[in-house]
Nanobody, 121 residues
Framework: VQLQAFGGGLVQPGGSLRLECAVSGLPNRAYTLGWFRQAPGKEREFVVATGRRTYYSDSVKGRFTMSRDNAKDMVSLQMNSLKPEDTAVYYC??????????????????WGQGTQVTVSS
């Protein structure tokens, strides 16, 4: 299984970035796919996940949108109205679980390598 995230970079506050993640090798397409982030000195934090439904963390709801293209084996994360506190390494991940359990990183079996997002003026 491979997940490869890309699209990070430096953006000013209020700006936008789009992250993408190429997914290959999963046993089936029923896996939940999600995004987490980790800032320096902090624990890995749930951002969004989509399986049977899509869950967003309160901190990004209304600003971030996750989409999934099963035909292309890709997921994307459109991030708008970015804030300095969104600065982190962003990881895409895959989980065999559904529901509220997908808020925890320990429920995700497969991880991409991470891509840095820096929001700064």
């Amino acid at each position: 299984v491979q997940l490869q995230a890309f699209g990070g970079g430096l953006v000013q506050p209020g700006g936008s970035l789009r992250l993408e993640c190429a997914v290959s090798g999963l046993p089936n397409r029923a896996y939940t796919l999600g995004w987490f982030r980790q800032a320096p000195g902090k624990e890995r934090e749930f951002v969004v996940a989509t399986g049977r439904r899509t869950y967003y963390s309160d901190s990004v709801k209304g600003r971030f949108t996750m989409s999934r293209d099963n035909a292309k084996d890709m997921v994307s994360l459109q991030m708008n109205s970015l804030k300095p506190e969104d600065t982190a390494v962003y990881y895409c991940a895959a989980s065999p679980y559904y529901g509220a359990s997908v808020f925890s990183p320990i429920k995700f079996d497969y991880w991409g390598q991470g891509t840095q997002v820096t929001v700064s003026s």
